[in-house]
């Protein structure tokens, strides 16, 4: 990545911008339970990847942003977004030292906590019916966070070099 601050802040800002477009997208009825948590992995890379810039704060934001383009109750995925900050927080320094696949463990249990919170928050708003299918989304994001990683380390370097 660029060593100029504004350079490196505009491409965390681009890449969670991105992801908050890829969470967004519309997909038929039947694929929405495979749609990976765009925005928790991009949320969970930068945190990881730049702690002192990216955090709780991030989170709230984006999760704003998120309530206001889905019509959710406001402040319902600001929460579960600043949880996943916060959780990313707690475990930043063990999360360095893991392999990939140690790391892509730790993605699914992160996941699995913040869509178990999400699943609880929905049936407090109303009537929901609660079944496992919800993992889904955290298991195809913790099957991608080898392939992102790398894709992001290699676009990283890629970009210093120039």
Request: with cysteine; charged share 10%.
């Amino acid at each position: 990545m660029a060593n100029s601050p504004p350079a490196n802040l505009l491409w965390i800002w681009l890449t969670l911008l991105l992801a908050l477009c890829l969470q967004v997208m519309p997909l038929a009825d039947g694929w929405q339970v495979w749609r990976p948590d765009w925005l928790g992995l991009m949320l969970i890379y930068w945190c990881m990847r730049e702690p002192l810039r990216v955090g709780v704060f991030h989170g709230f934001v984006l999760g704003l942003l998120l309530d206001l383009i889905e019509g959710a109750p406001l402040g319902q995925n600001a929460l579960l977004l600043s949880l996943l900050a916060f959780l990313c927080a707690m475990v930043y320094a063990r999360f360095r030292a893991y392999s990939l696949v140690q790391q892509a463990v730790l993605i699914f249990v992160l996941l699995g906590l913040v869509q178990l919170a999400e699943q609880w928050l929905r049936a407090l708003f109303g009537p929901f019916s609660m079944h496992l299918s919800f993992l889904l989304s955290a298991l195809i994001g913790a099957v991608l966070w080898p392939w992102l990683t790398t894709l992001f380390h290699a676009l990283g370097s890629r970009l210093s070099r120039d």
